[in-house]
């Protein structure tokens, strides 16, 4: 009976994580293509597909703030529409960036992102970044040995800047490894956690953390409060100028309406509207 119990909760966990990225829809164009670059555009979202070998991109002539939104783990610049909306209707230059996560390294994203990236950024003005997940991993990953100009600033939502438990539990299962990449096996707690190895950010940074879940079999695997994919506690770097809790899921909070509030203000001022924290 306990075998069969423990064959059931192995499938429950799966099944959690095959979905655990989805909110209102399933991002499906985020498959395995190894030729795939990152794709930017400020006015909006371009999806690549398999044979490009080249990223061109000419940014028109703006004099206005630029906001670069990057996505996390098995998702898509899509994830981040809704954002990308509302940035853009304050007025920002919005770069809502494309990558395939989960086919290379967070090393090899972070290049694959950046290298084209930054050439392109109009640094005679505050250039800021709003992250989802491993989005944020992505950025501090960068930021550990180059500089940008201008930087402006950083809004990170759930970064699981000190790892999470489940890359620790799941890891060593082929289903885990096949939806979630090489990156995935890197987000963990443990000697191969990348996020542990960075340094603590310097930079105006202010993190949303979320503390619901619609993953219980996940949360099983978490201490403390979580949303689903990291606790609260691993979520909050020391350097952080600002924190705010609020009762939104890992999966959809890049779309909640509290969290879009929350980063167009901290982009703005420099903190959030502490009416609405934990």
């Known amino acids: 009976m306990k075998f069969v ?9 799966i099944a ?25 555009c400020t006015t909006s979202t371009i999806h690549t597909c398999a044979g490009v070998k080249e990223l061109s991109y000419s940014p028109p002539v703006t ?6 939104l990057l996505h996390g783990l098995c998702r898509t610049s899509r994830s981040m529409s809704k954002m990308e909306k509302a940035l853009k209707a304050d007025g920002y230059n919005v770069i809502n ?24 950024l109009d640094t ?16 501090l990953d960068y930021l550990k040995s180059h500089d940008i100009p201008s930087l402006g600033r950083i809004v990170m939502l759930a970064p699981p800047v000190r790892g999470s438990e489940v890359p620790d539990k799941l890891g060593d299962i082929k289903l885990y490894q096949w939806i979630n990449g090489p990156a995935g096996n890197q987000l963990g707690t443990g000697t191969n956690s990348l996020p542990l190895r960075l340094k603590e950010p310097e ?38 100028a600002d924190f705010i809790r609020l009762h939104v899921t890992h999966a959809c909070m890049m779309r909640n309406r509290q969290v879009i ?18």
């Open 97 to 120: 960036i494309n990558y395939p996560s989960r086919s290379a390294t967070i090393e090899q994203l972070e290049k694959l992102v950046f290298n084209p990236l930054t050439p392109t």
């Open 63 to 68: 004099h206005s703030e630029t906001v670069v």
């Open 261 to 278: 509030k929350q980063t167009k203000a901290f982009l703005k001022n420099g903190a959030f509207q502490k009416g609405n924290s934990k």
């Open 203 to 240: 930079m105006n940074l202010g993190v949303i953390a979320g503390d619901r879940s619609i993953n219980p079999i996940l949360s099983l695997l978490i201490p403390g409060p979580d949303d689903g994919k990291v606790s609260v506690a691993r979520v909050r770097p020391e350097g952080a």
């Open 16 to 40: 959690a994580i095959s979905i655990f990225h989805t909110c209102a829809s399933v991002d499906e164009s985020n498959a395995r293509i190894p030729a795939c670059f990152p794709c930017i």
């Open 124 to 139: 005679r003005h505050p250039v800021h970044f709003v992250t989802h997940s491993m989005g944020g991993i992505l950025l």
């Open 5 to 13: 119990i423990l064959i059931g909760m192995i499938g429950l966990t």
